[in-house]
């Protein structure tokens, strides 16, 4: 079972940027995909990112064109660089790997979810 941990969240103002780091306590290499998800305050968990060994990346609608999805095997990182951000970005940020893509959409792996990581939006 892979451990994950989350870094890089915190408070910024409507328009700034922020870069997530998940780090691996294995090399992701070993994971067909990985994708990064967003708990809302009072909301479910939503799928945000997700990135496939050879795919393109799939974006939620709602972050297409502000966040980009990457991966760095020799730091067994996973990155979520977030530019222009909003208000309704406010959330917790998860990472989960070594989940499948069925038919565009990502299906994770329930035991690979980390503590996530605090995003805070003002405006």
């Known amino acids: 079972q892979v451990q994950l941990a989350e870094f890089g969240g915190g408070l910024v103002q409507a328009g700034g940027s922020l870069r997530l780091s998940c780090v691996a306590s294995?090399?992701?290499?070993?994971?067909?995909?990985m994708a990064w998800y967003r708990q809302p305050p009072g909301k479910q968990r939503e799928f945000v990112a997700g990135?496939?060994?050879?795919?393109?990346?799939t974006y939620a609608d709602s972050v297409k064109g502000r966040f980009t999805v990457s991966g760095d095997s020799a730091k067994n990182t996973v990155y979520l660089q977030m530019n222009n951000l909003e208000a309704e970005d406010t959330a917790v940020y998860y990472c989960?790997?070594?989940?499948?893509?069925?038919?565009?959409?990502?299906?994770?792996?329930?035991?690979?979810w980390g503590q996530g990581t605090l995003v805070t939006v003002s405006s």
């Open positions: 989960n790997v070594g989940g499948s893509f069925h038919s565009g959409n990502y299906l994770p792996n329930s035991r690979s």
């Open positions: 294995r090399n992701i290499i070993r994971f067909n995909a």
């Open positions: 990135l496939s060994v050879g795919g393109t990346p």
